[in-house]
Structures are given as structure tokens and as C-alpha cells.
């Protein structure tokens, strides 16, 4: 930031970058203080999903009235400047709904998602699950609609990592049939969301060309890194430069298309030595979380749930991210990541926490047993 105010003179470049860096950090410490119970957390969860769902499924609306209600249309649609989407031979529009920003849209109902996921692998009920897969695959169609389709991959990296991550704990997967329960519901559902309706079977076909493009979009986002490396150098540009509206305080273009993907605008803001810091601080956060797994125990069920979703979510974002960075300029998605990350580090103090009750418990009833026989 300090490298940033000297170069262009402006304290609004290095404040972008600043917040963008810090705001997360701050959400960190905020979710470790208030997550002192498992309970808070999934009623965090639970309070997410009672405006993220209705607010997500309002895109459905923008596909139908978006030409009648203002209110539904893209931001920039006013003066004709409404996203547009050139493929499967045709015309797509970005449908954003009450969001009013497709990238959010889409964001928010792949984390509403997410959170289902979690609430069906908690469950025991399978009518609750059925009613969860209903919900899922409505989000993950408006998810199709958006027209964003790196939120689709980002949902299939978090199911591989969080299945991975709890068969790591379970020896048995009796629960996990129920999970896979909703994905199967989620996943039909979207099938036979191909109609014969020209529009819809567009939308379909481009969600699905994702999972064919994502080696391309992978070296895509390594070619942005080098682009960003050219244009910046070894000390990059200054962090904040690539945030958008820029170019009112001098520093618009500076490192062009490089900044849209991760990479490149990690290399194109913070220079190599940012990279090599970044790196670090991954390495010490992944050993950190592998002891942390290896800490709470197996039978604190709901725990290690709340712990596979929230590392899942982590490494499926951090990879939409190494593709496509305009989302996360977005304040609040830096907060709710921030709040996923805090109360992942939370886990482990309450597990503490549950380790000393039954120490105290187990005390408490030696010490009975005692005076008994006594």
C-alpha cells in the first residue's frame, strides 16, 4: 500500500488495496471471537440462507420480468450496457435478479448450496434431505441462468474436497448416501431443466461447456500471471491498482487484462516477492489445518462436518479465484469468506471446550463413585 501512495501520489489506490487485503482478516477475528459453540455457527448458516435462497431464486424472475421490473435488470442495464453473453450460437443474457450483478447472483447461490449440503449431511431425516435437493438444484439452475459458469465447477471442487475430507473421518459413509442423495436430486433436476425451449437449452449447454474448458481456463490464468509479471515487474504495480474505477485516480490499465485472473493480479499488484509471501502463508495455513483435523476427535460429529464444508468452500474459491478475480472485488464476498475462514480456525478451541466438559464430567463421576465407596 505505502509502495502504491508514493508511486501515483493518491491515497485512494493504496486504500483499495488495503481494505481488499485487510477487510477479510478483520472478519477472521470477528467469527473466531463470536463462534464459541457449534450451534452459533450453523445458526449463522441457517440466518444466511433465509435471505441468500429467496434473494438467489429471484434470478428466475429476472428471466421472466426482467424487460418489465426495472429492479430485476442487470446494473448498467439503464443505459444499455446489461451484460451479454455471445455463445451456443446465440444470444444469453446475464440474469441477476434482486442481486443485480450476475457474478454475485451466482456466488451467493452456490454458497446458499453449500450450506444446504451441510445442513442435509447433518440431518437424519430423509424427507429434510428431499426438501434440501429440491432447494439445491432450484439454486443451481439459477446458477445456469446467471450465466456464470465457474460457480457450477466451483460446487463440484467443493463436493470432491469435502467428501475427501470426510471419509477421512468416517470409517463408515451411511450418511454420506444421504448427501449423495441430494447431489443426485440436484444434478437430475438440472438435466431435465433442458427443455425444448431454444433459450433454456442455451443456458444448459454453456453451464455444462465448463467442465471441457477448465484446463483452458487454468492455462489461461498462467499466461495472466506472466502478462502481469511483464507489465509490473519484479516489484509489481502497487496493491489496489487493479481494482476497478481505478483510472479516475491515475492507475486505470496499468495491468490491463492480467488482473482478471488471480495470478496475475497477485504478480501485476504485490511482485514476486508478494507471490513468495502468498506462498508461505498457504503452506502455514494447509499444515496448520492438517494438524487441526488430526485434533478433534472423530465422535464430535457436527464439528468435523462444519470443518470439511468450511475448507471446502476455502479451496474451491481460491481456485475460482486463480481464474477470475472480478468477483472477489466485491466487499461482501471478502466478509463471508473472512466469517468461513474464522470459524474454521473456531473449531478447535470448541472442541477444546467439549474435551474439558467431559474431562470435568468424567472427574466429577470418579469423584462420586469414590465418596461411595467410601
Do not use: C
Amino acid at each position: 500500500s505505502l509502495h502504491s501512495m508514493v508511486r501515483y501520489g493518491s491515497p485512494v489506490i493504496p486504500l483499495f488495496g488495503f481494505v481488499a487485503s485487510l477487510a477479510p482478516l478483520a472478519a477472521v477475528i470477528m467469527a473466531r471471537v463470536f463462534a464459541n459453540s457449534e450451534q452459533s455457527i450453523f445458526r449463522f448458516l441457517l440466518v444466511y440462507l433465509i435471505f441468500a435462497i429467496p434473494f438467489s431464486l429471484s434470478v428466475y424472475l429476472s428471466y421472466w420480468f426482467g424487460d418489465q421490473w426495472d429492479v430485476l435488470r442487470e446494473v448498467g442495464a439503464f443505459i444499455d450496457q446489461q451484460l451479454i453473453i455471445y455463445d451456443m450460437g446465440g444470444i444469453l443474457y446475464s440474469n441477476s435478479g434482486l442481486f443485480r450483478t450476475g457474478e454475485i447472483a451466482a456466488w451467493h447461490a452456490a454458497m446458499a448450496s453449500i450450506a444446504l449440503i451441510v445442513f442435509a449431511t447433518k440431518s437424519r431425516l430423509v424427507s429434510v434431505r428431499l426438501l434440501l435437493g429440491i432447494l439445491m438444484a432450484l439454486l443451481i439452475g439459477a446458477i445456469v441462468l446467471t450465466g456464470r459458469r465457474k460457480m457450477l465447477m466451483a460446487l463440484v471442487i467443493f463436493a470432491s474436497v469435502y467428501s475427501f475430507l470426510l471419509s477421512y473421518y468416517w470409517q463408515h459413509i451411511r450418511r454420506i448416501v444421504g448427501l449423495a442423495m441430494v447431489l443426485v436430486v440436484a444434478v437430475v433436476t438440472l438435466m431435465l431443466y433442458q427443455t425444448d425451449d431454444t433459450t433454456q437449452a442455451m443456458y444448459v449447454g454453456r453451464s455444462l461447456t465448463v467442465f471441457d474448458e477448465a484446463g483452458d481456463r487454468l492455462g489461461m490464468a498462467w499466461n495472466l500471471g506472466e502478462s502481469g509479471f511483464n507489465r509490473a515487474g519484479i516489484f509489481g504495480a502497487g496493491a489496489g491498482v487493479s481494482a476497478q474505477g481505478l483510472q479516475s485516480f491515475g492507475a486505470g490499465g496499468q495491468l490491463g487484462g492480467a488482473a482478471e485472473a488471480g495470478l496475475g493480479k497477485i504478480v501485476g499488484e504485490l511482485g514476486v516477492v508478494g507471490v513468495l509471501v502468498n506462498l508461505i502463508l498457504l503452506i502455514a495455513l494447509a499444515r496448520h489445518f492438517i494438524r487441526l483435523f488430526r485434533a478433534v476427535p472423530i465422535r464430535y460429529y457436527n464439528l468435523t462436518v462444519l470443518m470439511a464444508a468450511f475448507s471446502a468452500t476455502i479451496v474451491a474459491n481460491g481456485v475460482t479465484f486463480l481464474v477470475a478475480t472480478q468477483l472477489y472485488g466485491d466487499i461482501f464476498v471478502l466478509l463471508m469468506l473472512g466469517i468461513m475462514l474464522g470459524f474454521l480456525f473456531a473449531t478447535e478451541s470448541i472442541a477444546g471446550l467439549y474435551l474439558r466438559h467431559e474431562e470435568t464430567r468424567k472427574q466429577h463421576s470418579e469423584n462420586e463413585v469414590q465418596a461411595v465407596m467410601e
